[in-house]
């Protein structure tokens, strides 16, 4: 006769001890029991299924009490091998792989992909202004709609909902923008090498600016609701320490290295899509705890709005510029125009390679199923994502797909502090100093 | 730009494989700040000169190629004279043609301090693929190792706990190896049968 076990609510001998399995219902047998143990050791697992670790987070917690001694991170559950799959797709298919990394800052990760690939190219400089200007402009925008979900969720973890609502409301408006440039909300695959994939429609500017307004006065919002608030200071003032000297040794970057008043940005220390052109301010505080990290993120969303409004009006300035390099070997033979069974190629330009242009047939086809050649070498190339330094290193071997790509993702590296910020807290506070980190688990396991 | 080279086979099935040329180094002068790196660190360590077998400038990044046996003697140096405060983890690639240094592990370095940017790279047999960690040099490399240990099977020596991070703990073999099938399956869609990435006709 075998003896049953009841899987929602049990408890098993095994050779480290007793192990507990918890799941929803009542716990008020579950604590007597524990209770009656003599252990003051006990060993959590908390996710990877947990609405507060971020997605498929696993810590691993060693409690005193409710001290928290040591802590472990598993990771992996997400991880989709895009590295590798990269490999077998050409320069220009690779784009959206990126962006599936991170998809929280999608347009990120194409960013940085995009300018190592124009750096193995050596066509850093022939990137149209206004391609440029466009991404800069997507970017802040992406910025803003990546913090407001660090400042939502991290909100909804410590027990505010309210916050949660403003910050997704405000995102909306980005989606909304997102779509109506690249038809897509999310995972645009909008920035290509070389450019980007289309220019923005008619009115976008306009729209952009009267949005920029918007979110001005409702990111107050937030600030009214969070800044100040009792609840939120004791909940996040002190918590999850990290001084400079632990974040340089451990590569940390982005808002939680600037929290320790170090005003380290590349873009402002190593510029690139010409951010050395726009006026804008670096956030810090010198507090290096969880409310120092949510006051940059605040404070950033700001200084996106700035730089968004300029990008605008450089945007403006430059129309009808180009949006691809001129080099027609390179540049995706995308001549898109909406047409009655949605955005394609335009039929001018199915016209010109199908009627007339016997050449014109075959570069699009060569370009389109073979792809562009890439000279051989290796190069890193850095931008400042939502999450801190995010370094795309890529091979190329002269072919026509990447040889080996590699994504430094600041979520990644970032995660590793957690021991550091949590061993020797509460349990409570692990949540808020996970969240200050604001990992996004597509880009930590790829 | 197009075209194929050798048999002239454009058909895509030919499986034209290009080997990947390696690099040679550099001469002086290197150009921008790069001068200034290897002058301070074969002022600050002796033994450059047996340490660093290539100097390589390539598109306007400095690559310092080191022997194994000095990783860590020479990162220290970089992080204390040279005020290269963080690692930006490591990335493994795989050269199946070149015997003898089949395995490259490649560190980019950033100076805060003087906002710079250089990259180590060490190349290793795939039979001993051992590299002597620098999580004592560069504490946030820890997870970067276990990653490259996880996709590439180079063994950080030192490392505090070297184990799989992404994939299962009781995988087999190292995913981004370049012997080391991609997979999939074939996907049929509208009566027509569409090999999997691996087995699909390709340009290379």
Known sequence: ?446 | MFGAHGTGDTSGYGGLVRTPAATGSSERPYGSYFDDVADDLERAYPGFSDAIERVVVDRGELTLHVKREKLVEVSKILRDSLKFEMCMGVSGIHYPEQSGRELHAVYPLLSITNNRRIRLEVSVPEVDAHIPSVVEVWAGNNWHERETFDMFGIIFDGHPGLTRILMPDDWQGHPQRKDYALGGIPVEYKGATIPAPDDRRSYR
């Open chain 1, 1 to 446: 006769m075998t003896t049953f076990i009841d899987p929602y609510s049990s408890s098993r001998e095994t050779t480290e001890g007793t192990v507990f399995s918890v799941t929803g219902g009542d716990w008020n047998e579950l604590v007597t029991e524990i209770g009656a143990t003599k252990e003051e050791r006990i060993v959590v697992n908390m996710g990877p299924q947990h609405p507060s670790t971020h997605g498929v987070l696993r810590l691993v917690l060693e409690l005193e009490g409710e001290t928290v001694t040591e802590v472990r991170c598993g990771i992996g559950y997400l991880h989709t091998g895009i590295e590798k799959n990269i490999e077998y797709r050409n320069w220009t298919q690779g784009v959206t792989f990126v962006t599936r990394m991170d998809y929280l800052s999608p347009l990120f990760n194409e960013t940085a992909y995009c300018l190592a690939t124009e750096k193995l190219l050596g066509i850093t400089n022939d990137v149209p202004e206004r391609a440029s200007a466009i991404r800069v402009l997507m970017m802040e925008l992406n910025r803003i709609s990546s913090h407001m979900v660090a400042l939502g969720t991290g909100a909804l973890e410590l027990g505010a909902i309210t916050p949660m609502f403003f910050a997704f409301r405000e995102r909306e408006r980005v989606l909304d923008i997102f779509e109506m440039i690249s038809g897509l909300r999310m995972n645009m695959a909008y920035i290509r090498p070389g450019g980007v994939q289309q220019d923005l429609p008619e009115g976008a500017t306009q729209k952009i600016r009267e949005t920029v307004k918007e979110m001005r006065k409702a990111f107050k919002d937030n600030a009214t609701l969070l800044i100040g608030n009792s609840i939120w200071m004791k909940r996040t003032v002190g918590i999850g320490y990290l001084d400079l000297a632990g974040c340089t040794t451990l590569g940390i970057t982005g808002p939680v290295l600037r929290s320790t008043g170090l005003p380290w940005d590349l873009r402002k220390t190593q510029p690139y899509c010409g951010y050395e052109n726009y006026d804008f301010d670096v956030v810090t505080t010198d507090t290096c705890d969880v409310y120092g990290r949510f006051l940059i993120r605040m404070n950033e969303l700001e200084q996106s709005l700035r730089i968004i409004e300029q990008a605008c009006d450089k945007i403006d300035k430059l129309a009808g510029a180009p949006v691809m390099v001129a080099d027609k070997k390179i540049a995706w033979p995308a001549q898109l125009a909406l047409g009655g069974d949605g955005l394609g190629n335009s039929l001018d330009h199915i016209r010109e390679i199908m009627g007339t242009s016997m050449e014109s047939l075959i570069h699009h086809f060569k370009l389109v199923t073979e792809g562009f050649r890439v000279p051989a070498g290796q190069v890193y190339a850095a931008v400042e994502s939502p999450r801190g330094e995010l370094g795309a290193h890529i091979v190329s071997d002269g072919g026509t797909r990447p040889y080996r790509m590699h994504f430094r993702e600041p979520s990644f590296n970032n995660l590793q502090s957690t021991s550091a910020m949590c061993e020797g807290s509460m349990v409570a506070d692990i949540i808020g100093a996970v969240a200050s980190i604001d990992p996004v688990m597509g880009g930590v396991d790829r």
